[in-house]
């Protein structure tokens, strides 16, 4: 029997009001914390505002009841259900207690539930899990009579969340309807439209509950989700005409290219890093709903799918060092920076350079790479000021308003730790991240050569099987051993970059976690100079480990410089 599979684009007010609903027994409880709640009411206040055509908050997966009643099994989908009806819960509360009933009957009948004849009860349009669903009736039920939020079952989380959640979105109507005055059911009936019109899912409609987590499981499990990328692949070919066979052409190049990143989510982070660096800031869930808007026509899909496809094959090389479309040790080894501290950031203003500043891209890549040091010391390597500004800097490249890269560097100027911010976050790091800290450990010892004018012939390279990262103050100290450091101490400062040097692997191994006294000579006959000064040092402790990262961060400015 071919599988029943049917999608349709809905708010989720409107599959409430449309359909009946059920979380089948065996599905977890609700999860989503007072942040979670707070950020999609956040999210869609700021929409209804910004976005007034939609608000795209994702797929969800219903199956055909298995008793045959009218109710459909919510396999993908009850966190946002839920909390979309404890909304709709809170404003027919807040609309009593404004003295609005007869508006407040009408919520609850639309969004809500019905009253069963022989209790005069609200069965509701969803029904949770055993462990939530009464105590979920019990908060709509208290929300109908305006009273109190229950008090949970003890030992219940998923309770104690449903009237957290509950009792914040409550708060906040209460707030809406303080600053709407005279114009609290315009102000509330705008909030009740948008979530039934504009806040949208994709409804993925499957026959059985079987077939059901079939398909979630393989949206979600194998990275096959009704993602940005399957949304746009359709709009594109939606709107190509009869100029399909060029869009999916182009769609396929795009994707061929791809395939050379080990990533899940290369393809949405493409999409998304490429509207970025040709055409505005957006964040991933916000992707489909602006391009949708602004892709219109055969003209407009083609424009963009042969964009992708130009720009794929040089994405893929960003994200892989040893591409041959590299030709240089410098950019292959800022690209290996990058990979090493997980930077993606910058690929936007990656692409844009690699595409326009063909001659400057060897020094905008190394300079981008030194940059990503210092906030990766800093923090803030994931901010969305800084994701932001180097977006806003790609597009100024396309643009031909930047050309060398110390242009880059005055654009970039506000984000970039300065140099005091940078010594002072360095003095003080802690980094677990083995090959970071070989990686950080190795440039210092080329920078102490550089000002000690000392041969680089014995520059250290990164290669495990000849060195190795020492802890001096080691995680597992020997029995007996480094008693003159306290526990306290030994927590707050085994991790610190101070306590850290690089040896030959035999010799590390050689000196394991005996005390300080007896790794000393290793360390002085070291033919390294950070490891040997370490020779120097007579009693190790917090003080010493401080003083030396104080030391290294000194060298870390000049190591890594704007």
Known sequence: MPLKLDTEVSGIGKVLSSKWLAVPIHQRSFAWTVLEVAQLWDDIGRAR????????IGPMVLADSRTGDKRFSVIDGQQRLATVSLIYAAMAAVLRAKGESDRAKIVEKIYLGEKVFSTLELEPKIR????????????????????????PETRKPSQELLRAAYVEVRRKLESEASAAGATLVE?????????????????????????????????????????????????????AG????????????????LEAIDDDDATPMFLRHFWISTRAMVREKELYRIISAKIRGSAGAVELARGLARSAERYA????????????????????????????????????????????????????????VRLAIKGGLGSGTVEELYGEVARKIRKGN????????????????????FERSFSIKALR?????????????IEERRRSGESSELTPTLDERTLSLEHVLPRRPDAGAWTGIGAEDRQLYVDRIGNTCLMLTNENRAAGASDFAAKREYYENSN?????????????????????????????VAAWPL
């Open 49 to 56: 505002l910004e976005e007034p055509d939609g608000y795209f």
């Open 128 to 151: 949770l899990g055993e462990h939530d669903d009464n105590y979920f009736r019990q908060l709509l039920q208290a929300a109908a009579h305006r009273q109190e939020a229950p008090i």
């Open 187 to 239: 102000r509330f009936d705008l909030i009740r439209e948008y979530l039934e019109q504009r806040v949208q899912v994709i409804v993925v409609s499957v026959g059985s509950e079987e077939n059901a987590f079939l398909i979630f499981e393989t949206l979600n499990d194998r990275g096959l989700r009704l993602t940005v990328s399957d949304l746009l692949k359709n709009h594109l070919f939606s709107q």
């Open 242 to 257: 009869e100029r399909l066979d060029t869009v999916r052409s182009a769609w396929v190049e795009m994707r061929a290219a």
């Open 317 to 372: 090389a960003l994200a892989n060092p040893s591409h041959p479309a590299w030709q240089t040790s410098r950019i292959r080894s800022a690209l290996e920076v990058l990979q090493l501290f997980r930077v993606v950031t910058p690929r936007p203003l990656l692409l844009a350079a690699h595409e326009v500043l063909s001659e400057e891209f060897e020094g905008v890549v190394a300079a981008v790479a030194r940059w990503s």
């Open 402 to 421: 930047i050309l060398r890269v110390r242009d880059l560097r005055r654009e970039l100027n506000e984000v970039l730790p300065a140099d005091e911010d």
């Open 433 to 445: 991240n083995q090959k970071q800290l070989r990686y950080l450990l190795r440039h210092l010892e």
């Open 528 to 556: 390294l100079l950070l490891t040997r000064q370490l020779g120097a040092v007579q009693n190790w402790s917090a003080a010493e480990i401080s003083k030396r990262q104080e030391k290294l961060a000194k060298l870390a």
